[in-house]
């Protein structure tokens, strides 16, 4: 009764939420950045909630805290300092100076203003659609199996009511809906987290005797010839540190800053929360070594270890009602908050990249922002379809959205604010290599190497596009000197 109760009271904040954006919301910039008004908590909050999802709850700490033992909690220490301080350090400042220069709001219009290209817009807007569907479908998968576990609903049903949620309070309330759904969900997240791991290690015997027994266990149930090597673990860390960098729904937060002095705090604010959520995640899916053996883990029908199930049997089982019901809607506003930043930026692609870029360059804000609405309902839709299809782990479908949008964008879009000398050519070199290299790899080194072959997929192409450049012409020095101008100053 105490999860119902408070589902329902979380789920009618989100539509109240949204419904109170739908009034700030009147133009296509309102609905898609929040007209750039984001303050440091707001912005911070932002892109930690888009950053961790149930993708991370459920998928990865079951199976990274399962396979990796307590290397796991590398990944969380790695996101927070690299993909969340590093980026907004590095990358915050510029990506706002020169997406305000060329007056764009989304990676294929900044990809197409900065190199001066008719067609590399269309190209990743397509990109952007197609290959957020498999991400945002293992989102909506991680959290089906969660509310599977909590209140023995059916999957599919559960399914239903998430997508019908998000479809509420995002389509009506769009980027202002977000950021305050966001800075609410943040709060719940942290103190969920953390509520989680005290009661995890009580359960274990307090927290010397949980390392303890789980490192033991961890020997046992992981021999050493199946334990991962030091490269499978650099690439998962890679890969989800340096991976959002190159992602359109985190590069968007930079967008939205209200102005430069946010970055700093943000950045502080974004590192702290990323550590706090990472770690404990990863933490908790480590400690399930001291809850299963060999033959209580959950397993499929043929045998083999269930991982998107770990983590949602560990907390149905060990935690009291009322700890689980907040637990349950931490891992929800998670997912919802990164379900909304996919949604925008894959609408956007179509309503903003394509429609408006190609088809009907004079429509209207009215119909921009009508148009913005329903492709965000139709993502929604197809979201849900392919999670129902029940494809493949959690795990594989985020590696491959990760692999292949990372290592089109990051590349281009990283060396393009940095250096005046990549060319279109190069820029479209990038792109090509780094889906290739994604989709090639993802398929012949199997689903247990996804990482690696993601994280080699967002490296090659920074050897592709200086190569390239150096033997194709330049972009006009017109477009060059817009672009770069007052970048790098103080």
Known sequence: MASLVLLLVF??????????????????????????????????????????????????????????GFNALWIGVGNAILGAMLAWILLAKRTRRMTQNLNTMTMPEFLEARYDSDHIKMIAAVLIFVFLLPYSASVFKGLGHLFESTFHISFDFALIILVGITGIYLVLGGYSAVTVTDFIQGFIMLGGTIAMVIVVVVKAGGFTEAITVAQANYEVHVPLA??????TIASLV???SFGTWGMPQMVQKFYAVKDESVINKAAVITTIFALVIGVCAYFTGVLSHVFFDLETVPRLADGSINYDLIIPTLLTTQMPELLLAIIMILVLSASMSTLASMILV????????????????????????????????????CSYLIS??????????????WGVLSGAFMAPYILGIFSKKVTKAGAYAGLYSGVACAIIL???????????????????????VPIVSAFTPKVSEEVVNKAFDNIGKK
Do not use: H
């Not at 129902?388 to 491959?400: A, D, E, P, R, W």
């Not at 996804?450 to 920074?462: E, K, N, T, Y």
């Open 346 to 381: 894959s609408s956007s692609s179509i309503t903003i990249d394509l429609y408006k870029g190609y088809l009907k360059k004079d429509v209207s804000e009215k119909t921009s922002v009508a148009m913005m609405r329903v492709l965000s309902a139709i993502f929604i839709l």
């Open 442 to 464: 993802t398929l012949t080194m199997g689903a247990a190497n996804s990482p690696l072959a993601a994280s080699i997929a967002m490296v090659v192409p920074f050897f592709v």
């Open 11 to 68: 789920l009618v904040v989100m539509v109240v939420v949204g419904v109170w954006g739908m009034r700030k919301t009147s133009t296509l910039n309102d609905f898609f950045l929040g007209g750039r008004s984001c303050g440091p908590w707001m912005s911070a909050f932002a892109y930690g909630t888009t950053y961790f999802s149930a993708v991370v709850f459920i998928g990865f700490a079951g199976k990274q805290g399962w396979g990796f």
């Open 388 to 401: 129902k299809l029940q494809i493949g782990f959690i795990v594989t479908l985020m590696s491959l959205s």
């Open 238 to 240: 890679f890969m989800t």
């Open 226 to 231: 199946q334990q991962p090597s030091i490269l």
